[in-house]
T-cell receptor, first 118, second 112 residues
Framework: GAVVSQHPSWVICKSGTSVKIECRSL??????MFWYRQFPKQSLMLMAT?????????EQGVEKDKFLINHASLTLSTLTVTSAHPEDSSFYIC??????????????FGNGTRLTVT | DAKTTQPTSMDCAEGRAANLPCNHS???????VYWYRQIHSQGPQYIIH???NNETNEMASLIITEDRKSSTLILPHATLRDTAVYYC?????????????FGKGITLSVRP
């Protein structure tokens, strides 16, 4: 089945630094990927929709200058948390679907990246 | 997308069937019912989806009422590894750009 891989699985960084998270579709091409964030004991919240070759679409309340998304190829999207602060500590998850001959599979999710900002 | 309502939690005994209900009374004709689950500290895992017919795969069965206002996910023989948060999501099937909006889900606890 379709595999979405995230790297790193967890990261600890100091306040004020930037962190890049990678999301790769391992065995399929993804023109669209989605980035979610999940705080402890809460549900997943969509942050942005990443489109290959164009600008990402951000959900209301998500700062596009803080959460930089780049989708430069059909198999890789990156999320960079700039000038991270402790309140950015969260579980970040990406997802993508397989498109084959007009058929779109259900979204498949990566295993997430645990970000801790100290 | 239509909203869904799920109980907060439920439990079942290992080896028994787990029946997880979901209400989606405002579902539209072009909206599908999706089920995902999330095991602690992992990304969500797709389970099954359906439009109006009952569906079955290697993981579970999905029973959708005739009026499509509710559905039930059935795990036929629950194991301890099925302990997770299960999300019932209604989504218009509009292609690769169709995002999923997660609610609070139901926490299933499988007891030995």
């Amino acid at each position: 089945g379709a595999v979405v891989s995230q790297h790193p699985s967890w990261v600890i960084c100091k306040s004020g630094t930037s962190v890049k998270i990678e999301c790769r579709s391992l065995d399929f091409q993804a023109t669209t990927m989605f980035w979610y964030r999940q705080f402890p004991k809460q549900s997943l919240m969509l942050m942005a929709t990443s489109n290959e070759g164009s600008k990402a679409t951000y959900e209301q309340g998500v700062e596009k200058d803080k959460f930089l998304i780049n989708h430069a190829s059909l198999t890789l999207s990156t999320l960079t948390v700039t000038s991270a602060h402790p309140e950015d500590s969260s579980f970040y998850i990406c997802s993508a679907s397989v498109t084959t001959g007009g058929f779109h599979s259900p979204l498949h999710f990566g295993n997430g990246t645990r970000l801790t900002v100290t | 997308d239509a909203k869904t309502t799920q109980p907060t939690s439920m439990d079942c005994a290992e080896g028994r069937a787990a029946n997880l209900p979901c209400n989606h009374s405002t579902i539209s004709g072009n909206e599908y019912v999706y089920w995902y689950r999330q095991i602690h500290s992992q990304g969500p895992q797709y389970i099954i989806h359906g439009l109006k017919n009952n569906e079955t795969n290697e993981m579970a069965s999905l029973i959708i009422t005739e009026d499509r206002k509710s559905s039930t996910l059935i795990l036929p023989h629950a194991t301890l590894r099925d302990t997770a948060v299960y999300y019932c999501i209604v989504r218009a099937y509009t292609g690769a750009n169709s995002k999923l909006t997660f609610g609070k889900g139901i926490t299933l606890s499988v007891r030995p």
